[in-house]
């Protein structure tokens, strides 16, 4: 039983005071800055990111997975109470969440939404447990070839779901691409795009772009829209569902693990599409799907196990093959490198105690999320009437803080101003920011990997294709491709996100 | 028929491509570009900087033939002051210490609100204050400059 001793050497990390304890710091920082209207898990990763740096690397990645199922479960929060979702995976429970509060059941709502989570984190980290190790098996076959076009399927499914128009999304990921190669090259020395600035010979930090992209240009967005729209705020009477809610959220809850499951191990996948797939089945399934939008309860379980799911089952590709699925873990893969660990399928066996420690600690997290949100709603609450005019100059000094921090340069906090600029031009021009920072992590990787298979090729373009592995890898991406443009699923594709 | 931009939110996007693209390529001209056996530094980012010019070159002219959404007017108020007070604290934090640093940021940063008010911005800056000096420069030990002496 491998599997058991593994979980115990996971349980035997994750259980000391010291990681139970940043563990329980991570979730409720995350649920704490996650709350705020208007921050998604990418921004609040980046603010928290320089406070993990002291720790020891377990203890700092205990405690970023912490932050980001917090922050993830602080947006649902948001979206039930205040109608504003934190990002993207949390805009279907706006519809039927909001609706519960409103006909004040919002306590059942963030019930049976921490609940589902739970079930949904639990089974997530079991899969994590099963399926890991054989999946880091496969990465050992991996040559550059198959890692290049494993990058080039997971860059055109994060293409595939972000929304707007696709071809903006493949410049996204280019541009993206092209800012990661700036500074030294690793091959030769060469200094690239420095512009003859000593400060970028080492290239930008990550939590530099993260934050310009998606802290500081938010922040200026969230400004304006205020000033046009005032939120109002529902009540919550009693946080018991009833029998009937149970009965009727149950079934959505397993429908929605499964499915958040799945769709999160994809590369390019991770919460968002769960809780859309979540919301659609369970629009379908239902005997009455006119009750969605006016407060059916599956609408809040199915969407909310599945992105909680999602979320957790998004690790694995970072844990076995080092290929970040999308922005967040994208972030984690910066985080890792920080602390001298480079993520791939060499972790499980050269450092087990981190790798088991982690997953272990994820299902400790839900937990304690489970106890954090449901006794705790009181303060979060209390938080989000918290206006917002009082909130962001805060937000904007703790991001600077966190920026300058990294490396302590006052010239990274000016170019993550120049990147918020950047950013708030392209909220402006519907550019989604996150292919572009997913490109930005894996722009040195797909060129390494390129190099060092054209090079054991001789220069043979060919082996991308003539490598089963890889061929196969490229004929999903291809795949996937074909079937956004093909005209029909296009429309279910714009339909999914106007929802 | 005459030229008209139907869709001005792509092709500034567009522009944006062109720009980034085409100045990519053209500082990775100088780089040795190598073969694709050994490829030198300048081979993938010149190849990535045609590609992205190309492609803001489609959207530009796709911006000419298919109607699209005009742009959202933007508060320029927010904008600058916003950035501005990341900029002040950028400029600010090496030379004068913190306690300056986050004064201007936090009030050139409230400004930005049109809801902003002056009292309770006050409040706000005494409150952030104690906290970048208790918290972050004791407490987590940054290494801050306390004050410009």
Redesign the interface.
């Known amino acids: 039983m491998e599997l058991l001793a593994n979980l115990q050497l996971g349980f035997d990390v994750a259980l000391t005071l010291q990681n139970v304890l940043y563990c329980f710091l991570g979730v409720f920082l995350g649920t704490l800055i996650g709350v705020l209207p208007g921050i998604g898990p990418v921004a609040t990763i980046a603010m928290l990111l320089p406070?993990t740096f002291?720790l020891p690397p377990v203890s700092a990645l205990i405690m970023l997975a912490g932050i980001y199922y917090g922050a993830q479960y602080g947006g649902s929060t948001t979206a039930i109470l205040v109608n504003l979702p934190g990002e993207a995976s949390s805009v279907v429970t706006c519809l039927d969440g909001y609706a519960m509060a409103q006909q004040g059941r919002a306590g059942p709502a963030l019930a049976v939404a921490a609940l589902g989570s739970f079930f949904a984190g639990t089974v997530a980290t079991l899969i994590l447990v099963m399926f890991a190790p054989p999946l880091a098996e496969v990465a050992f076959k991996f040559g550059p070839a198959e890692y290049f076009s494993l990058m080039v399927l997971g860059l055109i499914a994060a293409i595939v779901l972000a929304h707007g128009?696709l071809?903006?999304a493949?410049?996204m990921i280019?541009?993206g691409?092209?800012l990661g190669?700036i500074g030294a090259?690793t091959?030769?020395g060469?200094f690239?795009?420095t512009f003859g600035l000593p400060q970028l010979a080492d290239g930008i930090g990550f939590v530099v772009v993260a934050m310009g992209l998606f802290g500081?240009s938010e922040?200026?967005a969230n400004?304006?829209r205020?000033?046009r729209r005032e939120v109002v705020m529902a009540k919550i009477t009693s946080l018991f569902p009833t029998r009937e809610d149970l009965k009727a959220s149950w079934k959505a809850v397993l429908r929605g693990t499964a499915i958040g499951a799945l769709l999160g191990i994809l590369p390019g996948g991770g919460a968002t599409l769960g809780s859309f797939a979540a919301y659609t089945l369970e629009k379908k399934v239902a005997k009455d799907p006119s009750r969605f939008g006016k407060g059916a309860i599956e609408g809040v379980a199915g969407p909310e196990s599945a992105n909680n799911a999602g979320a957790q089952t998004s690790f694995i590709p970072l844990l076995t093959l080092g290929i970040p699925a999308n922005a967040v873990m994208a972030l984690m893969v910066g985080a890792m490198t920080i602390h001298g660990i480079t993520p791939g399928p060499q972790v499980m066996t050269e450092r087990p105690e981190l790798f088991w420690g982690m997953i272990a600690s994820m299902w400790i997290g839900n937990l304690l999320l489970v106890v954090l949100n449901l006794p705790l709603i009181g303060i979060w609450v209390k938080l989000l009437s918290v206006?917002?005019?009082?909130l962001?100059?805060?937000i904007?000094?703790f991001s600077?803080?966190g920026v300058?921090?990294l490396n302590?340069s006052?010239?990274d906090?000016?170019l993550?101003?120049a990147f918020?600029?950047l950013g708030?031009?392209?909220i402006?021009?519907?550019?989604e920011p996150a292919p572009l920072l997913l490109g930005f992590v894996l722009g040195p990787m797909?060129?390494e990997n390129?190099?060092r298979a054209?090079?054991l090729s001789?220069?043979d373009?060919t082996v991308f294709v003539t490598r089963p592995l890889s061929l196969a890898l490229l004929v999903v991406a291809a795949a996937l491709l074909v079937i956004v443009v093909v005209p029909a699923v296009r429309r279910k594709r714009e339909e999914a996100f106007q929802e | 028929m005459s030229i008209s931009i139907r869709s001005p939110?792509?092709f500034?996007?567009g522009l944006?491509?062109l720009f980034?693209?085409a100045l990519?390529a053209y500082?990775?001209r100088d780089?040795?570009m190598g073969?694709?056996?050994?490829?030198?530094?300048g081979y993938?980012?010149y190849l990535?900087?045609i590609?992205?010019a190309l492609?803001?070159v489609?959207?530009c002219v796709?911006s000419l033939v298919i109607y699209g959404?005009r742009?959202?007017s933007?508060?320029l108020r927010?904008?600058l002051l916003?950035?501005g007070?990341?900029?002040v604290?950028?400029?600010t934090?090496?030379s004068a210490g913190i306690v300056i640093a986050?004064a201007l940021?936090?009030g050139v940063?409230?400004a930005?609100?049109?809801?902003?008010?002056l009292r309770?911005?006050a409040v706000?800056i005494v409150f952030?204050l104690a906290l970048?000096v208790g918290l972050?420069t004791y407490g987590?030990?940054?290494?801050f400059k306390i004050f410009p002496v």
């Open positions: 406070a002291a128009s071809i903006n493949i410049a280019l541009l691409l092209l190669l090259d091959n030769t060469q690239r795009f500081f922040i200026i400004i304006e205020r000033a206006p917002y005019r009082i962001y100059p805060a904007l000094l600077c803080i300058y921090s302590n006052a010239i906090v000016a993550a101003l918020g600029f708030y031009l392209f402006k021009l519907d550019c797909m060129e390129l190099r054209l090079l001789r220069g373009p | 939110r792509d500034c996007a944006i491509f980034f693209g990519a500082v990775a780089y040795p073969s694709a056996v050994r490829m030198g530094p993938f980012p990535l900087g590609l992205l492609l803001g489609v959207i796709k959404e742009i959202e933007a508060s927010a904008l916003v950035l007070a990341v900029g604290f950028a400029g934090i090496e986050t940021l936090v940063g409230a930005a609100s049109p809801e902003s008010r309770e911005v706000l952030l970048a972050f987590l030990g940054l290494p």
